[in-house]
């Protein structure tokens, strides 16, 4: 699988219909506010399902001594309570598979410890409730601080976990002008609208599971793995799902239970976990630590650059928050280090949450920035300037297109940065402290292998299908867009068919590479249509043109319709990283502008203000785009104020595992924010020159508040969330 050449000028480019950069309404939105769009909890296929509701542990790390579930089974409705000691053989987690109700060991608080299934819900909480374990609890480690000691290297993910250039400790000892500071994000939950849920059905030794889940393919096989069949027996679809943030990449306690309780009971099983149980049964983002050093010269030129990141996993888990990565691509130095150490913490699975990585490692680098930039007596956009790299700085690789200065100056301008005041607590407005900060964004862009089919019918309607999702981004109506501009049809005439592994394989949505991956497939099952057509009519390919439902060339036409027939005429097409992946350094950038009130008698902080610019390629809907640059640039101010999953260092429980505890921001703590994108086409990243978006909006913007903070009272806090406690 190759990409075509993406520096080719293509349908995309001519934008014949205006369709591509359009702010079309979503094509989904009618279905989703008429409550018509079906997520997974309300399915009804194959008849009355039966209910299942997840009993979980109420000691952290431990053993079950025993479980006595026979008032649960006398209970009127109850049709079976599963523990370890029946569940049915199934594949191993190291080969990919997703296990539940292994053994007797408690590994964290909240772990599934069984399953009831009822034949209602209210049946199914009740018995739940009086499923008797009694547990033989053990010491376990919930504080990552005091974890850090025994830190182990993680094996290498995307990418290693170590980079080194040049002599680091030497150019940090020899400069004169240093920063070393230490910074912790906490643990933070992904917090989307929809619970995990699932409802499934076998027939026979096919498997369909109706669930929230946001990487269809990968689910597919990791389903097929536990249950021990092959990723053919197994059909996962997904086709609206409220919300995903990283927490819905996996196959959770919810497929894996309810299919084990289908097959068991010959009946369709239905399972949604409650809020409370989101939190311990699923994933969450780990907490860090992150040591940065930056050394400059007495002209704001970075000499050496250190950013090492601690954070925590549950044993036997690899997955470690890389926090230090894009610190590897933003700045220009010549003697460099990063470092990432993984420990073991008795909580549940840390894995990715929304911009893996940069969320918070740019929490500590773009804050460590504004700290040297004060020391320098240099401008925070100055000082960034001054250390724009010319090339990818540790791969020594061209970027394939890098607009922060820009981003940065017109951010500046329209925000009306210079009449920031250097030093902090200079400004007043009645009660209020107001201050201003920035900080830069950046968001490595990714392309995921991705197929998909393309066909046109009699009645002239193209559609797309493949097992692409819509985690409430867009993706249906960006992918109707492209469709529909390069078939030269109106968006009405494009049924865009996603969320089901009956359509080709595809890569899903997640580290914003949903739009390009799934849309590139788009785009080229679309063009070999094209091209098809076009012999069909025996018009040059050079010359044809699609537009108004026909393609024309020299004077002549055919509508597609009547070149379609009555059987129709498709076609496939393939997208994959190919090689400009490694020869470019590929990432969206951006920088955010926030103007903060803290509250003299109190601390209280608020957000007044905030203006991010962004250049993430070619836009392909400026309505869903700005939607997605507003929801990160809002997940920025939590990560700056607000989110903290706090763990009971009892126990494990994080003890606020639910909406009203675990604060995110709402509407009444976030101004009216302004979103600029920078025009820009990267023709090095796939067929339609766009990068991905969905995560750039969060990346830096924390780092701009708690840099506003500092200018508005003075006081730097390292420890987020940066809270009214912290400032008196
Ligand atoms: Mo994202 S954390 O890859 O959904």
């Keep these: ?44 296929e194959a008849g009355p399902p039966l209910y299942g509701f997840v009993v979980t542990s109420t000691t952290g790390k431990g053993r079950i001594r025993n479980i006595d579930s026979r008032a649960a089974e006398r209970l009127s409705g109850v049709k079976l309570v599963m523990t370890w000691r029946d569940m049915p053989q199934q594949g191993k987690k190291e080969v990919g598979a997703a296990p539940q109700l292994v053994d007797d060991k408690i590994l964290h608080f909240g772990q599934p410890v069984a399953l009831v299934v009822a034949e209602s819900f209210e049946a199914a909480r009740a018995g739940a409730a009086l499923v008797q374990v009694d547990y033989e609890p053990v010491h376990g480690v919930y504080d990552l601080a005091a974890a850090r000691p025994a830190a182990r290297m993680p094996r290498p993910g995307l990418q290693p976990p170590d980079s080194t250039l040049g002599d680091f400790d030497q150019a940090f000892a020899g400069a004169p002008v240093r920063v070393d500071q230490t910074w912790t994000t906490p643990h933070q939950s992904h917090a989307m609208m929809e619970p995990h849920a699932t409802l499934a059905v076998w027939h026979g030794d096919q498997l369909t599971l109706y669930t929230s889940n946001q990487m269809l393919t990968q689910a597919q096989a990791t389903i097929a793995h536990t249950f021990l069949v092959d990723p053919s027996q197994v059909r996962v679809v997904s086709r609206y799902i409220g919300g995903g943030f990283g927490a819905k990449l996996q196959v959770q306690a919810d497929a894996i239970l309810a299919a084990t309780a289908a097959r068991r009971l010959q009946r369709p099983v239905k399972l949604a976990l409650t809020r409370q149980q989101v939190f311990h049964v699923t994933t969450h983002r780990s907490a860090t630590i992150q040591r940065v050093r930056l050394a400059a010269d007495q002209h704001g030129h970075l000499l050496a650059i250190a950013h090492e990141s601690w954070s925590g996993n549950t044993e036997g888990e690899n997955s470690y928050e890389a926090a230090a990565t894009q610190t590897r691509a933003l700045y220009a130095a010549p003697d460099r280090k990063t470092a990432h150490r993984l420990s073991t913490l008795d909580l549940p699975v840390a894995a990715a949450m929304r911009a893996p990585g940069e969320a918070v490692g740019l929490l500590a680098l773009e804050c460590a920035m504004d700290e040297l930039a004060e020391k320098l007596g240099l401008d925070p956009v100055e000082l960034r300037r001054r250390n724009e790299p010319t090339q990818d700085p540790e791969r020594h690789v061209p970027y394939s297109v890098r607009q922060l200065i820009p981003c940065m100056d017109e951010g500046a301008r329209r925000f009306g940065w210079d009449r920031r005041k250097v030093k902090p607590g200079q400004v007043r407005d009645g009660r209020w402290l107001v201050g201003l900060g920035m900080a830069a964004a950046i968001r ?27 985690i409430g981004t867009g993706s249906y109506t960006v992918f109707t867009q492209i469709a529909a501009e390069m078939l030269g049809v109106p968006p009405h005439r494009v049924k865009m068919l996603l969320g089901d592994t009956e359509f080709p394989a595809a890569a899903g949505s997640g580290g914003s590479f949903g739009a390009a991956s799934g849309g590139s497939a788009a785009f080229e099952a679309c063009e070999a249509l094209r091209q098809k057509l076009i012999a069909l009519a025996g018009y040059d390919p050079d010359k044809a043109i699609f537009a108004n439902g026909m393609v024309s060339d020299a004077g002549q036409s055919r509508s597609l319709a009547s070149l379609a027939g009555a059987e129709g005429v498709e076609a496939t097409g393939d997208i994959g990283p190919g090689e400009t992946g490694k020869a470019f350094s590929q990432h969206a950038f951006g920088a955010h502008f926030v103007e903060v009130g803290v509250d003299t008698d109190t601390g209280e902080i608020r957000v007044r203000r905030m203006l991010s610019v962004f250049a993430a390629g070619r836009i392909l809907n400026e309505k869903t785009a700005r939607s997605q640059a507003l929801g990160g640039m809002t997940f920025g101010i939590g990560a700056a104020l607000m989110e903290d999953a706090a763990p009971d260092l009892q126990t494990g429980v994080f003890s606020n595992h639910d909406l009203a505890q675990y604060h995110v921001p709402a509407h009444a703590d976030v101004p009216p924010l302004e979103v600029v994108f920078l025009p820009e086409v990267d023709d090095k990243a796939n067929p339609l020159k766009i990068k991905g978006i969905g995560e750039l909006g969060i990346c830096g913007a924390g780092a701009a508040v708690a840099n506003a903070v500092y200018n508005a009272c003075g006081v730097r806090v390292r420890d987020y969330p940066v809270t009214l406690d912290k400032l008196l």
Excluded: W
Excluded at 2 to 11: D, E, L, T
Excluded at 20 to 35: E, S, Y
Excluded at 456 to 465: H, M, P, Q, S, Y
């Design 444 to 470: 490595s862009n990714f392309l995921r292998p991705s197929h998909a089919l393309a066909r046109i019918d009699a009645d002239g309607v193209v559609t797309v299908k493949m097992a692409m999702t819509d």
């Design 1 to 44: 699988m190759q990409m075509s050449s993406p520096a080719g000028r293509n349908p995309i480019d001519d934008n014949r219909q205006g369709l591509i950069g359009k702010p079309l309404d979503r094509v989904d939105g009618h279905l989703k506010v008429t409550g018509q769009a079906t997520y997974a909890y309300e399915y009804t």
